[in-house]
């Protein structure tokens, strides 16, 4: 009984999140990767990335202190980020990235500072909603 509760739980949770528009099908296709062999794949792969976009946040942060501002290599630190958040099925995240480099382009400064926030708004939002996931998966 308890077994099947976890189940309809972690189910609940995982449909919200593609309901809400957190995940797309990106995430789904990780799953289909995991296996006996390997059973806290899509969980290693999410830990990573996030990891990673902690690096590129920083580097981000960084050169949003310069001025003038460097759109060209805010545009690369943002590709790079939507590439991640891509891999992984982060649908809003890969939203507010895309939203930082229309920004870019438009060499819009005060643009980028605000898609930038929501971005961070975002990833930290996934960020919680996928440890509490990833922690009632775990009880399978």
């Known amino acids: 009984m308890e077994q099947s509760h976890i189940k309809k739980q972690i189910n609940f949770i995982k449909n919200s999140l593609f309901e809400q528009g957190y995940l797309d099908e990106q995430f ?8 006996d062999a390997n059973p806290n794949f899509v969980e290693e792969i999410v830990t990573s990335f996030y990891s990673d976009s902690t690096r590129l946040i920083r580097n981000v ?17 943002m590709h790079q980020f939507k590439g991640s958040s891509s891999s992984i099925g982060a649908k809003k995240v890969k939203v507010e990235c895309t939203h930082f480099q229309e920004c870019c382009k438009a060499r819009n400064s005060q643009g980028c500072i605000r898609a930038f926030q929501q971005m961070k708004q975002e990833h930290a939002t996934l960020k919680r909603k996928l440890e509490a996931y ?3 998966s775990r009880n399978e």
């Open 28 to 35: 789904i296709q990780l799953e289909d990767l995991q296996d």
């Open 61 to 77: 942060e960084n050169a949003l202190e310069n001025y003038p501002l460097d759109f060209c290599k805010l545009d690369d630190y």
């Open 134 to 136: 990833f922690q009632i």
